[in-house]
Every structure is written in structure tokens, then in C-alpha cells.
């Protein structure tokens, strides 16, 4: 037997027996270690603590707890959850079982639907198999035994995955007497380290994801490192039940979707009208005074157009279908630079002239599979807030800052207080599947890096995650009960340039190509809509509100002057109405506090002799009354200020 070396984290070093598992080296280190290890990391690669170690390397033993194990731990709760369905359900057919950002699921094919009750009777014996402990065996098939033995169990799914995804020889996973999978692992060692999981839903799903598939059934579950996490997260769920933008925006009469026009587009109306042109107005008077230059572009071109920027080629399952008309085939438009690139370059630019910052607010479709759909955050035709720079390399780094600084105004402005920031960055060029130089590359990293430096930014670096023409920020902002969600971008681009041929023309009299960054920062209005829907619970601030107060009148006989109240506020300039249904006065309170409206001003005999109003708070209650103008006043400085109190 041949000795090897294992680095440890600490940068110590131990000589072993080739052949030593991660496990047999966590028990030498301590037995603590070794009951908490999940899975190891060899050499970078996440592996199974019972995979013998051959030759000199890095070792990391990641442990209950670790976040980077959290995938491998809810994978493997996924197979826990195959391993309960094959015992309950025999002759279930298997699909896949991934880990998901929020949990795990698993795809069954069966003729019998599953049931809530199903649902119960599956965690149940999960939960059984979780006491049992039973190991995660790893085990070497060759392909075309594997292929035989699964077309004999009847599991042609899982012959067609093994077709596509395996080498000469593949690796299953057993798990208890029934269960055993096709899968590339790793996984924790035993189920008894799966400490908190629930199971959640039952949705029909497609094998790979394609509609004109076989459909099978979804279980989808969640799991924790521990009770406690789990129980934060299932109370978040239920609290974003109560957020769902699509039952919000149908009780607030904000928006809709309609069957007869059909899926993915939205309908805005009234009041959510009102909503999103303030969203739009404080954009496009931002975008003014950060010197961007508001333009307006065409939703479908020739497909020439595309055929320029690529899109045709590598863009063209996300478009629609062409069409034809007389002089050329068209398309609509799924993004907005081919046409701001156009307006660049319909005059000769000189380096005085840069940096261009053109900007707009371009509805865009994109063709979505009918499945995805979900309300107002993946739609088919959408409203960026787009705006794309063209400078030189001196000023990249400064319009870097001003597009970060802008997300984060975005941020602040709407009362979001907490944010992640993420650069992804290529690979130094190793792969070849990026475009653009490594001067390219390293001049856009750098003023990103530098960018966050200045404005004291945190960032996380994600290697090897960049689109191919270029590097970029994500923002993400974290919501009122802790979700994240993707909102800016600033995206580099060393293609658009390249294959539009842009120019200016610099000091030394020559053409030279100009950078061009991308950049969104609601990303999309439709989406940053849906989530400020979620974010507020439907209860937009005061600026926002589409009806900033409603004026109750107590009797018919109080009606000429809550008229005169209503008058008065919509002349102030605020979105004021009045209710005059003959209702009860206590009735119409619960109603606008249904519909989230700020401010209620019941006005009787007392409030019309004084001139005041009877002032109430949705979120305070009562606040007394108060002379017509003060509560102008007070509302305006709000409105004035952005103010998310009130
Ligand atoms: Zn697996
Ligand atoms: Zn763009």
C-alpha cells in the first residue's frame, strides 16, 4: 500500500494509506467531526464521505450546518423521499430528483394521482426511514448492464437519461431494500443525518420539462440543518401566501390576466395604472438627471436586424415566431440594444460626445413555454427600464458607479434596506466559451471591482459565471419578509460592439470601438410591480397608493361637504375620492381598509361646522380630527418625502 498526502483547510498535512476514505480521516481527527461530516470536499470536487481517497490531496470535510452542504443534504432528502414512495406505492416510476434554491423535488410516474393523505403517509415513512439510518450505498455499474436491468424494472425514463448522461461506467445509489437510482451524488452518508424536512405540494410536471412529454407528478419538499429553520421558513411561506401579488393584485383591482387575449401579458387597471406610471415617471426624471437620454424604439424589426446582433441564431427560442410581410420577414423585439445601438450609430460619434447614455422604457416579448407562467414575474411581454452606455475605457469606471449608485438610490427609494450584490466573472479565458479579449475582460472586472470599492458595496465574486460577451453586477434585494430577488443588472457586452462594428473617433483621430454596458434596474417594471405588491402586502406607501385618502360622509346630509373635502384634496393634488354609497359609515371604513387605502376622513356634523375631518389611519387607527389643510399639509411633506411612515 502506497502512502499519500491530505491537505487540510488549516494548510496541515497528514501521510496516509492510499485508498483512506474522508470519513476514516474525520474519526482520526475527532469523533465530534466525524458524527456531524455530511460530505467531503477532495480537491474542490464534493464527494462521499465513504470514497476512498487514491492518490496526494485536498481534503475538506463540510459539516451539518455548512451551507455549501445544504444542496448535497437536500438532495439526498430527495431520494429519502423516492425511497418512502417506492415502499408505499410499489411500481412507482422514477424521474429525476434535484435540489432546488428553496428545497428538493422528486418526479413520479403513476397512473393514480397522490393525495394530500398520500402526502402525510409519504413523510410519515420518510420519517421511519430517517430513524433507521440507513446508509447511502454507492455502487459502479457499466452502462450497458445498467441500461438492460433498468429497461427489465420497466424504468425507460431513467434508460433514456442513462443514453444521454453516461459514461461506460455510471454510479447508482441504493437506499433501503427498493430503492436504487441512477445518479452522480454526492449524498450525506445516512438518513439519520437528514434532521428537518416537510413535504409541500404535488404539482404535474413534464419529463424534462417539455410538454409534449409524458406527465408525471412532482412532490416537492423542503429540508433544514434544523427544526428551527424549517419552522422561520414554513411561517415565510405562509406569510407570502397572504403576499401572492396575483390575489393581491385581483382584491386591490390592480391587474390582470385575461383568458381571451391570452397567457403571460398584462393587463393593467386603473389603480394599478396609477401605480406603475409613478414608477415609470420617477425613472425616466432620474434617468434625466443622471444625464441619460430618453428615447423611444420600434417593438418589431426585420429579421436582418437579429441576424446582426445574433439573436436569430442563439436568441431564437426565446422569440417569436417570424412574420412575414411584403418587403422582408419580422420579429418582435425580446430586447431593446439592437435598437438603441441603431440610434448610436445613425451619426458619426466623436470621443467628446461619449459617454451616450440611452435610455428607455421598452416593452419587450419573450416566448415563454405555457408551464412557467406565474403572474406578474415571468410573463411574455414585459417593460424593461433599459438603458444602454457607450463610453470609452477612461470613463468606464465612473458610469460603472453611476449605474450602481442609481440601483441603490432604486433600493432606498422603495424602502428596501438590505441588498446582495454578486460580480460574475469569467474563467481567464482557459475554457474559450467567452468572447472578448483578456484587456477586455480585466478593464470591465476591474472597474466593476473598483465601482464597489467607491461606493462600499459589499459583492461576492462568482467565478466563471459571466454571460460570453461579458461580466456583470447583479443587485439583490432582500424583501419585507426576507426574500431575496433579482432586481439591477449592469451587464458588459464585447459582442454587440464588435458585430455592430461601433465607432467613435478618439483623440488620436482614429476609430476605435467604444464599451457598451447594459443596465436595468427594476429590471422589469411588470416583475418589480409584482414584487413591491409582495413586498408592501398590498399596502403601498403614501407616494405610491393609487387612492392616497377616501372621504367618508357619515349622511347623505354631509354629502355637499365631503364633497367640498374630496374638491379641495384633488386640487391640493392628491388622489383623493369620495364614498358616496348609502352605506354605513363603519361599513365603508372596512372596505377601504380592505383596500389598503392610507388615509379615511369621515366627515359629519361636528367636522363640517369646524372644517376638519375625522382622520384615520390604516395602519394607526383613529388620529382625531383635524382642520382640512393641516392633513394637506402632513400628507403633501409624506408624498414629498417618500415616506414609507405615516
Ligand atoms: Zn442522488
Ligand atoms: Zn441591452
Given at each position: 500500500m502506497s502512502e499519500i498526502t491530505i491537505t487540510l483547510p488549516d494548510g496541515s498535512r497528514q501521510s496516509v494509506q492510499a485508498g483512506t476514505t474522508p470519513l476514516d480521516l474525520a474519526r482520526s481527527i475527532s469523533r465530534r467531526l466525524a458524527d456531524d461530516a455530511l460530505v467531503a470536499r477532495v480537491n474542490g470536487q464534493l464527494v462521499d464521505l465513504c470514497q476512498p481517497i487514491e492518490s496526494d490531496a485536498t481534503l475538506e470535510i463540510l459539516t451539518l450546518g455548512n451551507p455549501?452542504?445544504?444542496?448535497?443534504?437536500?438532495?439526498?432528502?430527495?431520494?429519502?423521499?423516492?425511497?418512502?414512495?417506492?415502499?408505499?406505492?410499489?411500481?412507482?416510476?422514477?424521474g429525476i430528483g434535484p435540489a432546488t434554491e428553496t428545497g428538493f423535488f422528486y418526479d413520479f410516474y403513476r397512473d393514480e394521482p397522490f393525495t394530500p393523505e398520500d402526502l402525510e403517509k409519504i413523510e410519515a415513512r420518510m420519517w421511519e426511514l430517517q430513524r433507521a439510518d440507513l446508509p447511502y450505498e454507492r455502487k459502479l455499474t457499466p452502462k450497458e448492464e445498467g441500461l438492460k436491468k433498468y429497461a427489465e424494472m420497466g424504468e425507460n425514463l431513467k434508460c433514456e437519461l442513462?443514453?444521454?448522461?453516461?459514461?461506460?461506467?455510471?454510479?447508482?445509489?441504493?437506499l433501503g431494500p427498493k430503492f436504487i437510482d441512477f445518479c452522480r451524488g454526492p449524498h450525506v452518508p445516512s438518513t439519520s443525518k437528514i434532521k428537518a424536512f416537510k413535504l409541500l405540494s404535488i404539482a404535474g410536471?413534464?419529463?424534462?420539462?417539455?410538454?409534449?412529454?409524458?406527465?408525471?407528478?412532482?412532490?416537492?419538499?423542503?429540508?433544514?440543518?434544523?427544526?428551527?429553520?424549517?419552522?422561520?421558513?414554513?411561517?415565510?411561506?405562509?406569510?407570502?401566501?397572504?403576499?401572492?401579488?396575483?390575489?393581491?393584485?385581483?382584491?386591490?383591482?390592480?391587474?390582470?390576466?385575461q383568458e381571451l387575449a391570452g397567457p403571460g401579458l398584462i393587463f393593467f387597471h386603473p389603480k394599478g395604472a396609477t401605480v406603475r406610471r409613478i414608477l415609470e415617471d420617477w425613472m425616466r426624471?432620474?434617468?434625466?438627471?443622471?444625464?441619460?437620454?430618453?428615447?423611444?424604439?420600434?417593438?418589431?424589426?426585420?429579421?436582418?436586424?437579429?441576424?446582426?446582433?445574433?439573436?436569430?441564431?442563439?436568441?431564437?427560442?426565446?422569440?417569436?415566431?417570424?412574420?412575414?410581410?411584403?418587403?422582408?420577414?419580422?420579429?418582435?423585439?425580446?430586447?431593446?440594444?439592437?435598437?438603441?445601438?441603431l440610434i448610436y450609430q445613425d451619426r458619426l460619434r466623436s470621443y467628446r460626445d461619449l459617454p451616450v447614455r440611452l435610455s428607455e422604457l421598452g416593452t419587450v416579448y419573450r416566448y415563454e413555454r405555457s408551464g412557467v407562467m406565474h403572474g406578474l414575474m415571468r410573463v411574455r411581454g414585459f417593460t424593461q427600464d433599459d438603458a444602454h452606455i457607450f463610453c470609452t475605457p477612461e470613463q468606464i469606471e465612473d458610469e460603472v458607479v453611476n449605474c450602481l449608485g442609481f440601483a441603490l438610490d432604486v433600493l432606498h427609494t422603495f424602502g428596501f434596506e438590505q441588498y446582495q450584490a454578486e460580480l460574475s466573472t469569467w474563467d481567464g479565458g482557459a475554457s474559450g466559451k467567452y468572447d472578448g479579449t483578456p484587456e477586455q475582460w480585466n478593464l470591465a472586472e476591474n472597474?466593476?471591482?473598483h465601482a464597489c470599492e467607491r461606493l462600499n458595496m459589499?459583492?461576492?465574486?462568482?467565478?466563471?459565471?459571466?454571460?460570453?460577451?461579458?461580466?456583470?453586477?447583479?443587485?439583490?434585494?432582500?424583501?419585507?419578509?426576507?426574500?431575496?430577488?433579482?432586481?439591477?443588472?449592469?451587464?458588459?457586452?464585447?459582442?454587440?460592439?464588435?458585430r455592430f462594428n461601433l465607432e467613435y473617433i478618439a483623440e488620436d483621430g482614429k476609430p476605435h470601438q467604444p464599451l457598451m454596458v447594459h443596465r436595468a434596474l427594476y429590471g422589469s417594471v411588470e416583475r418589480f410591480f409584482g414584487i413591491l405588491l409582495e413586498h408592501y402586502a398590498g399596502a403601498f406607501p403614501v407616494w405610491l397608493a393609487p387612492v392616497q385618502a377616501v372621504v367618508l360622509p357619515i349622511t347623505d346630509r354631509h354629502l355637499p361637504y365631503a364633497q367640498q373635502v374630496t374638491r379641495r384634496l384633488q386640487e391640493a393634488g392628491?388622489?383623493?375620492?369620495?364614498?358616496?354609497r348609502k352605506e354605513k359609515v363603519n361599513f365603508k371604513i372596512r372596505e377601504a381598509q380592505l383596500q389598503k387605502v392610507p388615509y379615511m376622513l369621515v366627515v359629519g356634523d361636528r367636522e363640517a361646522e369646524a372644517g376638519t375631518v375625522s382622520v384615520r389611519n390604516r395602519k394607526h387607527g383613529d388620529q382625531g380630527a383635524k382642520a382640512v389643510d393641516v392633513f394637506i399639509q402632513e400628507i403633501t411633506q409624506l408624498i414629498a418625502a417618500k415616506s414609507t411612515a405615516e
Open positions: 455549501e452542504a445544504l444542496e448535497v443534504y437536500r438532495h439526498s432528502t430527495a431520494h429519502l423521499l423516492a425511497a418512502a414512495v417506492l415502499d408505499l406505492f410499489p411500481g412507482t416510476r422514477l442513462i443514453e444521454e448522461k453516461a459514461g461506460e461506467v455510471f454510479s447508482e445509489y441504493t410536471a413534464y419529463w424534462k420539462g417539455d410538454e409534449r412529454n409524458r406527465q408525471g407528478q412532482r412532490i416537492y419538499g423542503t429540508a433544514f440543518f434544523t427544526r428551527k429553520e424549517l419552522e422561520d421558513y414554513l411561517r415565510q411561506l405562509e406569510e407570502a401566501k397572504k403576499r401572492d401579488h396575483r390575489k393581491l393584485g385581483q382584491e386591490l383591482d390592480l391587474f390582470s390576466i426624471d432620474q434617468c434625466v438627471a443622471r444625464g441619460y437620454s430618453l428615447v423611444y424604439t420600434p417593438h418589431i424589426a426585420r429579421s436582418d436586424l437579429w441576424k446582426t446582433s445574433g439573436h436569430y441564431g442563439f436568441y431564437a427560442e426565446n422569440m417569436f415566431k417570424r412574420m412575414e410581410l411584403d418587403d422582408a420577414e419580422y420579429q418582435l423585439k425580446p430586447m431593446n440594444c439592437p435598437f438603441h445601438i472597474a466593476l471591482k459589499q459583492i461576492k465574486v462568482v467565478p466563471d459565471e459571466a454571460a460570453f460577451y461579458g461580466p456583470k453586477i447583479d443587485v439583490k434585494l432582500v424583501d419585507a419578509i426576507g426574500r431575496l430577488w433579482q432586481l439591477s443588472t449592469v451587464q458588459f457586452d464585447f459582442t454587440l460592439p464588435r392628491l388622489r383623493a375620492t369620495l364614498d358616496d
